[in-house]
């Protein structure tokens, strides 16, 4: 049993594990992760640990990533929507928006037509309403399929998660009319950015996900590691027993109890999270966590 045995570490992929935002910036593109993290990675496993990405993207979209990043667990994908095993290439687990989810979308989507909506289920296409430049960006981002439809009924539900995607004050005001027509009791909305707003199942996020993941693994809480870097982020943050964030993330992660900030995605973040980890659960260390019967 390698030093690492009794650790799963989930990690976010853009901003995080890819430094998506800093290689645009430069014009450059985001193809795969960097030598540094693949190292790293390969080291905390081969010590025992497990590892997963947590991503908002749907399981197709990470799919081209996923093939090249040294990861021993089922992925958490479309914001904690559901559960992938790239190795099987098989759904572990599923959640789906509620019933009312479609009449809900119908009534957002003709209210705020200036967002775009972008709809997922099990397939590789993302069905999309009204889409806009900040749809085209992201789908330049992350080469999402994308399937334009008249209607939320021709996207084929169930869903496991829609994304808006508009100016910021839109989606806010978007997220303020959900509120006020009691729509909120029955989805998770997380603003993945400023100009994204995620709906996933009500109790679906990547915290949920991620202690779901580590019972199946026989991990117990207090080895579950996390790093991310936006607000989408925070719940497995504060769901794990120690969390991390790089320098990049935004305030609202810095500002997190307990938070420890690593260095910034474009620094090879996970390196640093391996390193410290590495620091903290060497065999002398008393506090390393128990392998969970």
């Given amino acids: 049993m390698g030093k690492f045995s009794a650790l799963l570490l989930a990690s976010d992929f853009d901003d995080t594990l ?5 290689l645009a910036a430069q014009g450059a593109a985001a193809r795969e992760i960097s030598r540094e993290n693949r190292e790293a990675l390969s080291y905390f496993i081969a010590q025992g640990g497990h590892f997963t990405v947590s991503t908002g993207r749907s ?13 021993n667990a089922p992925a958490i994908v479309s914001g904690g929507g559901a559960l ?7 759904y572990q687990y599923f959640t789906y928006l509620c019933p009312e989810s ?23 296409e993302v069905c999309i309403l ?11 981002v992350t080469g999402t ?9 021709a996207a084929a539900p169930p869903f496991h998660k829609a994304l808006f995607e508009g100016d910021a004050s839109c989606l806010q005001n978007l997220a303020d009319f959900m ?43 207090c080895g579950v590691c996390a790093v991310g870097d936006h607000c989408n982020d925070l719940p497995m943050l504060r769901t794990a027993s120690f969390a991390f964030a790089p320098k990049n993330a ?44």
């Fill in 18 to 22: 890819l430094p998506t935002s800093h």
């Fill in 59 to 71: 399981a197709a979209t990470f799919a081209p990533y996923a093939q090249s990043i040294p990861m």
């Fill in 84 to 90: 992938y095993d790239y190795h099987s290439q098989r």
């Fill in 102 to 124: 479609c009449s809900d979308l119908a009534i957002l989507s003709a209210r705020f037509p200036e967002a775009a909506l972008e709809l997922y289920h099990k397939g590789e």
């Fill in 130 to 140: 009204h889409p806009n430049a900040f749809s085209e960006a992201h789908c330049r």
């Fill in 145 to 153: 399929l994308l399937r334009q439809v008249s209607s939320v009924d």
């Fill in 179 to 221: 509120k006020n027509k009691g729509m909120t009791a029955r989805y998770e909305l997380i603003f993945a950015s400023p100009n994204m707003l995620e709906l996933t199942a009500r109790g679906a996020d990547k915290g949920t996900m991620l202690l779901r993941l580590a019972a199946m693994l026989g991990i117990a809480r």
């Fill in 250 to 293: 935004v305030q609202e992660v810095r500002a997190l109890a307990g938070i420890c900030i690593v260095r910034s995605a474009h620094e090879h973040a996970l390196q640093d999270v391996v390193a410290r980890l590495e620091q903290r659960f060497s065999p002398a260390m008393p506090d390393a966590p128990a392998v969970s019967e």
